[in-house]
């Protein structure tokens, strides 16, 4: 073992050395919902959406879901060789030998017109400055304008075209076309024209699979084992290493920058190519990359390259500031690291290895089990094997024994030398030896006058002699740590699974402050942390956490800033306190998988904040379909459908996984306050109760940049019909109209019956009238004559005159009882007498002009007529005191207008009504009624009456 370092400058100088590093890459298959592993165009769209061409059909992508379309969505084939969104926000795909499908909000097209067998697959589409788009074919190209596919030049025996590929704009007359078979191919579109304009008899390999035309008007063309420039007609050719590059084909091209070329390589995984030195690094499966057969690359809106590939889906790349280092470059179970004469000292089982510049690592010596490392003030390095615990000077010739024994932990101050075994310290002095019970120990710092020690189950301070418990810190209540550093010679740093401690020893009193890990809530799986100054850096899974450390102390206000790696970068989590930083501030922790490397000055953080949207919206399960709830103002939902479910989507691709959301529903009780962040893109209203809403969400970009401004859906759930105020005010003006109507209806039925009533009442009052009439005229008028007979033939002249009078005056009631004149002569005739038989026994004179009506009214309505004028002149005799009065009656066109007038003393028409006294009067409006005929009744008091009576013939 003494001759371990003996030979250690040599082997490190003459021992063979492998590339170190391998980068973060990260895989999307079939297993994580890509409709395919074997992928070739893929672009990223204006909403920052990517889609992939792949030979089982399309998908598209936000960043964690995949929405995928194939024949049995509408798509023309499943192979797809090519994808254009045009500046109409369709999206293109152009397949083999089955034409192109259009994609435009989720619906698919598929355009005919021309014969696509002709022309063969579609292996690239642009789009004009007019809207017109260019439909690259293997054997021809094709225009789509104005909704029609049209032939632009085709393969032809007189103008053969084939393997035409990846074209690209020079200027707006001209395309740059790669071929598969004839090399370079230029388009002119006015005048029409297309020229080979570099083959292989050009010295151009007739292979030809990508075209570029940079900012400059460089022409950059992807040939089988070369790229070409062509500037001004001026042909470049580069060609590159062998051992690098083996003369596959340059299938992609992309311009990262003014000075760089991304080239993705069938069979040698991608390279950058540096345009002024013309130098290629190639990254390969070296390197970590998934398989060296790459098609396209893009380069998205926050920094990630995406290539397509062979069988592994696609692959994502964002920079190199992560790197490991693990069993590909023979680190085999990574014990402890170091840092040692400006290089980076490795403990593994194979023996110890160093890393040069980050770059190459060489083995160390024998490969015999490293297991710990300590760089002492002396700038020596003690390690530990199995069996013993040696010393090496930068000086010296060979390593020097300190102690045979197992150790895990080392550490020297001054001139004491700590040795941590299973359950005790091994302390070695100059003068002594002696021993301090202890079982394992993770760290150890000092602190003032004595030490702190670091483990699993608690922190305790320690003398020269002996371990006890830290004030207010029992193990009871405070254990499960992790790592342990100082700050400075009187205060340390500790962290556990649950807490942070702040330890300071001031004037032998130690002073602890806690911090509870949840205020770190990106920091998962704590494993180690160290101080660098004025950060604090903490290691958890899958990322490490710089902290300001003074504020933190200081203010107890937390700034930190996050570096993520890819998920399960390391295979196995980060040993406990195993976080080191180097002189030039690369971060390196340790792991059974190796070594994860970090630089902080090739971090390429994520500032973009992702673009929002909804993916779904459920009604209670279902989709909802806008269309059908589509007003002008907007969405409305009828009451009944209250169950919404949103699917929120933050596009971003760097940290999807991380991604935290915030929404509100505007609208609701509280909906102003936004939710507490949630990594859950799911959330669920139910049952929500008529009104406005507007739901909101914001989202970060699972790096802590927030999108600021919200993403909004705007609707209304209507109100039921029974609860609107045109329901109530319909209800109420229903039940007003009907109770109207019932009323109305009501009232005219009882007037109806009042009528019938009356009406019925009056024909019975005239048959009993006509009854007692002839009654009287028949008996007693009979008798009334013989006596007058008798009382003749006895000579009684006195009881003659009485008979006689008597019986006349039988007479008089017997007509006015039955106008016996009615039913003889007739209406006309029996209206006239009445007059004349009035005037003549009263003081009034009357005059009448009375038509001939005979014809014109029945039998009953005669009656009728005859009683309303009788009534009307027995009032007037009775009570108008009137000088003169006349009768009219007139016949007219469809009417017998009646006019009684006197010149009389009147009376108030609307009192007399009122008062109802007048049965008279009553019975005179009911024979109206029955007549269905007007009357108008004028009266004022000294000004006579006139009624009108106008009857229906």
């Given at each position: ?155 032809s025996p007189e103008n053969p075209i084939s393997g035409l590929q990846q074209a690209a704009w020079y200027n707006s007359n001209t395309l740059f076309i790669a071929s ?203 390690y530990t094997t199995n069996t013993a615990v040696f010393e090496f000077s930068k000086t010296g010739v060979s390593p020097k024994l300190i102690d045979e024994g197992y ?397 006689n009078n008597t019986l006349q005056e039988l007479r008089a009631i017997s007509r006015g009882l039955h106008p016996a004149i009615l039913e003889r002569l007739g209406p ?126």
């Amino acid at each position: 073992m003494k001759c371990f370092f003996a030979t250690l400058f040599f082997l490190c100088v003459c021992s063979f050395s492998v590339t170190a590093q391998r980068y973060q890459f990260k895989k999307y298959k079939t297993e994580e919902g890509l409709v395919n592993n074997e992928t070739f165009a893929i672009i990223q769209d204006s909403q920052n959406r990517i889609w992939v061409s792949t030979t089982g059909g399309i998908s598209c992508f936000n960043g964690r879901t995949f929405k995928n379309y194939t024949t049995e969505d509408g798509l023309a084939s499943n192979i797809v060789f090519s994808l254009f969104e045009d500046s109409r926000e369709r999206i293109w795909a152009g397949t083999l030998d089955n034409g192109v499908s259009i994609i435009e909000n989720g619906n698919i097209t598929n355009p005919a017109g021309i014969d696509f067998d002709l022309l063969g697959s579609i292996t690239h589409i642009l789009e004009g400055r007019d809207g017109t788009v260019y439909l690259i074919f293997v054997k021809g190209v094709a225009t789509y304008k104005n909704g029609k596919l049209d032939y632009l030049i085709k393969d032809s025996p007189e103008n053969p075209i084939s393997g035409l590929q990846q074209a690209a704009w020079y200027n707006s007359n001209t395309l740059f076309i790669a071929s598969s078979r004839r090399g370079i191919f230029k388009l002119t579109l006015n005048p029409l024209k297309l020229e080979n304009i570099y083959n292989e008899s050009d010295g151009v390999n007739n292979i030809c699979y990508s075209v570029l035309v940079d900012a400059e008007k460089n022409i950059w063309v992807g040939a089988y084992g070369e790229l070409y420039k062509i500037y001004n007609g001026e042909l470049t050719k580069y060609r590159f290493k062998e051992e690098d590059f083996d003369k596959n084909r340059v299938y992609g091209i992309l311009a990262n920058s003014e000075g760089e070329l991304y080239l993705t390589l069938e069979g040698n995984g991608f390279g950058i190519f540096n345009k002024q030195t013309g130098d290629l690094k190639i990254i390969n499966e070296a390197q970590g990359l998934p398989t060296p057969y790459l098609y396209r690359m893009i380069k998205d809106t926050e920094g990630n390259y995406w290539m397509t590939s062979y069988g592994e889906g696609i692959i994502r790349f964002r920079d190199n500031a992560f790197k490991i280092y693990d069993e590909t470059q023979g680190l085999l179970s990574v014990n402890d690291v170091a840092e040692w004469d400006g290089n980076l000292i490795i403990a593994t089982n194979e023996g110890a290895k160093i890393l040069e510049n980050s770059e190459h690592i060489r083995p160390m010596g024998e490969a015999v089990p490293i297991k710990n490392l300590f760089v002492t003030p002396e700038e020596n390095l003690l390690y530990t094997t199995n069996t013993a615990v040696f010393e090496f000077s930068k000086t010296g010739v060979s390593p020097k024994l300190i102690d045979e024994g197992y150790y895990n932990l080392l550490f020297r101050q001054e001139d004491k030398t700590f040795l941590f075994g299973t359950d005790k310290i091994k302390v070695v002095a100059p003068d002594s030896t002696y021993f301090i019970n202890s079982h394992r120990s993770i760290a150890i710092q000092p602190i003032a006058d004595r030490f702190i020690l670091c483990k699993i189950s608690g922190l305790f301070q320690m003398d020269d002699s002996k371990i006890d418990t830290i004030p207010g810190l029992h193990p009871k209540s405070h254990n499960d740590f992790r790592s342990l550093d100082a700050i400075n010679k009187n205060e340390v740093l500790a962290g556990s699974e649950k807490k942070l401690y702040h330890i300071k020893l001031v004037n032998n009193e130690f002073k602890v402050k806690t911090f509870d890990m949840k205020r770190f809530p990106s920091l998962t799986q704590f494993r180690a942390l160290k101080v660098d100054g004025n950060n604090l850096w903490l290691a958890g899974r899958d990322m490490l956490l710089k902290v300001n450390l003074k504020l933190l102390l200081e203010k107890d206000t937390i700034i930190a800033k996050k570096f993520s790696t890819v998920a399960h970068f390391l295979e196995n989590d980060i040993d406990f306190n195993s976080l080191i930083i180097r002189n030039d501030k690369s971060i390196f922790v340790t792991s059974l998988s190796g070594i994860l490397a970090f630089n902080e000055k090739e971090y390429l953080p994520n500032t973009q904040p992702p673009k929002l949207g909804i993916s779904e919206i459920l009604l209670f399960s279902e989709p909802l379909d806008d269309s059908l709830y589509k007003t002008e103002t907007g969405t409305v939902l009828p009451y009944q459908k209250n169950y919404l479910s949103f699917s929120m989507e933050a596009i971003t691709f760097t940290n999807p996984e991380n991604v935290k959301y915030q929404y509100r529903m505007k609208g609701l009780r509280d909906g102003d306050a936004w939710s507490q962040p949630t990594k859950d893109p799911n959330v669920v209203f139910s049952y929500l109760p008529p009104g406005e809403y507007t739901f909101e969400f914001i989202a970060d970009n699972g790096d802590g940049v927030w999108q600021d401004q919200p993403y909004r859906y705007s609707f209304v759930i209507t109100v039921p019909f029974w609860k609107t105020w045109f329901f109530w005010v319909s209800l109420l003006s229903i039940a007003s109209v009907s109770i109207f109507i019932f009323y109305y209806y009501k009232t005219k039925a009882e007037k109806k019956r009042n009528e019938a009533y009356t009406h019925n009442l009056i024909k019975a009052q005239e048959a009993e009238r006509t009854r007692v009439a002839r009654e009287l005229h028949d008996s007693v008028g009979q008798k009334l004559m013989l006596l007058t007979k008798k009382t003749k033939t006895n000579g009684n002249l006195e009881m003659e005159s009485l008979a006689n009078n008597t019986l006349q005056e039988l007479r008089a009631i017997s007509r006015g009882l039955h106008p016996a004149i009615l039913e003889r002569l007739g209406p006309t005739a029996a209206i006239r007498n009445m007059v004349d038989e009035v005037d003549s026994n009263t003081d009034i004179f009357f005059t009448h002009e009375i038509d001939d009506i005979d014809a014109l009214l029945s039998r009953e309505a005669s009656l009728h007529l005859y009683r309303i004028i009788q009534e009307v002149l027995n009032n007037m005799v009775k009570h108008a005191d009137a000088k003169a009065a006349s009768v009219i009656i007139e016949k007219k066109e469809s009417t017998i207008e009646t006019t009684i007038a006197d010149n009389g003393k009147g009376f108030e028409m609307s009192e007399k009504i009122k008062s109802g006294t007048s049965l008279g009067m009553k019975t005179l409006l009911e024979r109206a009624k029955i007549l269905h005929s007007k009357i108008d009744i004028k009266s004022q008091p000294n000004k006579g009456t006139t009624i009108t009576l106008t009857i229906p013939i």
